[in-house]
């Protein structure tokens, strides 16, 4: 009995481990992963994901548009071609344009053929909606164990996460101490939005200047 017991308890904790490196930011089993990059200047990329969708695109792209600045987007495949003419007005406004999957699912307990068919499948709806550069990769939610990474290094597509959520550190009633913990943490940092605000890119341009 005590066997079974500790048998359970190594596979509960492998289980938890496993878990806990599926949705680690910083680190994934093969290929290469980004969430930051290690500079002097204070500069940070800023991402959009889940989109494109016909009420928020607009939006989203009139903010890089009146900070004179470029963004990338993670494209959902679905949203694609539910929203073509918004993809397009992406494309040409001369953002970048990066794979976030077809069905937006966790990749964890994915196939490799299911993998390569959901990754596939959108950047050929990018490439068709006119993008031309190098199409990299963010995991829906963050989530990667094995075959996701395995393809990706297979295919020599690069992971890009994130190392900084704005609502994590910000919130509207932010302090100006909270802006230089927020600013040290800005040395070409990636920011990722899932939604976001005029005032909380205007806020976003302050802490980091």
């Known amino acids: 009995m005590s066997k079974i017991i500790k048998l359970s308890a190594l596979v509960l904790i492998i289980f938890i481990a496993l878990w806990q490196l599926s949705k680690n930011e910083k680190f994934q089993f093969f290929g290469n992963l980004i969430d930051r990059v290690e500079t002097t200047e204070k500069v940070v990329a800023l991402t959009f994901d889940d989109g494109p969708t016909r009420l928020k695109t ?3 792209l009139q903010i ?3 900070s004179e600045i470029k963004a ?3 494209l959902v495949g ?5 929203n073509i003419q918004e993809t397009k007005n992406i494309i040409d406004k001369g953002h970048e344009v990066g ?3 077809y069905t937006h699912q966790r990749m964890v307990l994915k196939s490799y053929n299911f993998v390569a068919d959901d990754l596939e499948k959108t950047n050929e709806l ?3 909606a006119g993008y031309k550069g190098e199409i990299h990769f963010r995991p829906p939610y963050g989530k990667k164990l094995f075959s996701l990474p395995y393809y ?3 295919n020599n597509i690069t992971t890009v996460t994130w190392d900084v959520e704005p609502e994590t550190y910000l919130d509207k009633n932010a302090s100006a101490s909270d802006m230089v913990v927020f600013r040290n943490l800005c040395h070409f940092s ?6 976001v605000t005029h005032d909380s890119i205007f806020r976003l341009q302050q802490s980091i200047s």
């Open 152 to 154: 990706l290094n297979n």
């Open 99 to 101: 794979n976030h999957s």
């Open 190 to 195: 990636i920011i990722k939005k899932t939604g």
């Open 78 to 82: 679905k949203a694609i071609e539910e």
């Open 72 to 74: 990338t987007f993670y």
């Open 58 to 60: 607009k939006e989203f």
């Open 64 to 66: 890089p548009d009146e």
């Open 126 to 128: 990018i490439t068709e």
